[in-house]
């Protein structure tokens, strides 16, 4: 059974950090792009980052440059996203998500394969 299984958020400080990670299961790992999306209540789900563990290359939004770093232990078959310089428009649930065959930019919903179930991130101010 496919399973991409969520864990690390929570309640943060502005300026403070949280580790994202995604347990992935079910599905050959290197053939994926594996990251994250995330939303907000009444706005757009919206690619944040992700990585292909075949050659590691990876994905960032503009909005998460130089604060976020996404990293994939193919041993363990997870990926985690190290969060850093936090502040309130980060606040979101976080999805992992699995994408079959990125070719890169953008990282859109539209062709992700696997969804996690979520984990909630808050910053306050």
């Known amino acids: 059974e496919v399973q991409l299984v969520e864990s690390g958020g929570g309640l943060v400080q502005a300026g403070g950090s949280l580790r994202l990670s995604c347990a992935a299961s079910g599905f050959t790992f290197d053939d994926y792009a594996i990251g994250w999306f995330r939303q907000a209540p009444g706005k757009e789900r919206e690619g944040v980052s992700c990585?292909?563990?075949?050659?590691?290359?990876?994905y960032y939004a503009d909005s998460v440059k130089g604060r976020f770093t996404i990293s994939s232990d193919n041993a363990k078959n997870t990926v985690y996203l190290q969060m850093n310089s936090l502040n309130p428009e980060d606040t979101a649930v976080y999805y992992c998500?699995?994408?079959?065959?990125?070719?890169?930019?953008?990282?859109?919903?539209?062709?992700?394969?696997?969804w996690g179930q979520g984990t909630q991130v808050g910053v306050s101010s």
């Open positions: 990585i292909r563990s075949s050659d590691d290359s990876t």
């Open positions: 998500a699995a994408v079959p065959q990125w070719l890169g930019p953008p990282f859109s919903d539209s062709i992700v394969a696997y």
